[in-house]
């Protein structure tokens, strides 16, 4: 038992000290779903890939919304998007705590040149 102790005593920690030390990004890792409005022609089918919910599409105000409590970062939307619209990163974004949906809108169009 006190040679385990000692073992222990002088190695090191498996897990960083996460507030003081930034986390290590793991390469193929999943994060967070990142969405790009300029691509995106609302179609509805991430949504309906969705296991958990967490996504909604509106196809007429060509709104798009997260709640990324529900998100569990399967992938499934990023399969099913024919724009590729849709994308896992990486990196993890800063944690939800509230209820909030994110929304997205289409981008507005550009005026006509002369």
Same mark, same amino acid.
């Given at each position: 038992? @006190? !040679?385990?102790? %000692?073992?222990?005593? +002088? *190695?090191? =920690?498996?897990? $960083? !000290?996460? =507030?003081?030390?930034?986390? !290590?990004?793991?390469?193929? @890792?999943?994060?967070? %779903?990142? +969405?790009?409005?300029?691509?995106?022609?609302?179609?509805?089918?991430?949504?309906? *890939?969705?296991?958990?919910?967490?996504? @909604?599409? @509106?196809? #007429?105000?060509?709104?798009? #919304?997260?709640?990324?409590? %529900?998100?569990? #970062? $399967?992938?499934?939307?990023?399969?099913? $998007?024919?724009? *590729?619209? %849709?994308?896992?990163?990486? #990196?993890?974004?800063?944690?939800?705590?509230?209820?909030?949906?994110? +929304?997205?809108?289409?981008?507005?169009? *550009?005026?006509?040149?002369?």
């Amino acid at each position: 038992m @006190s !040679r385990l102790a %000692l073992k222990w005593a +002088f *190695k090191r =920690p498996a897990t $960083c !000290r996460y =507030p003081a030390e930034p986390r !290590r990004i793991i390469p193929g @890792s999943r994060g967070q %779903l990142m +969405f790009d409005a300029d691509s995106c022609v609302f179609c509805t089918v991430c949504a309906k *890939k969705c296991p958990t919910g967490a996504l @909604s599409v @509106s196809r #007429s105000p060509k709104k798009w #919304s997260i709640d990324r409590l %529900l998100c569990i #970062s $399967c992938g499934y939307c990023v399969e099913a $998007c024919p724009k *590729k619209s %849709l994308e896992l990163t990486a #990196s993890h974004g800063s944690p939800a705590v509230t209820k909030d949906r994110e +929304f997205h809108e289409a981008p507005a169009p *550009k005026p006509a040149a002369r």
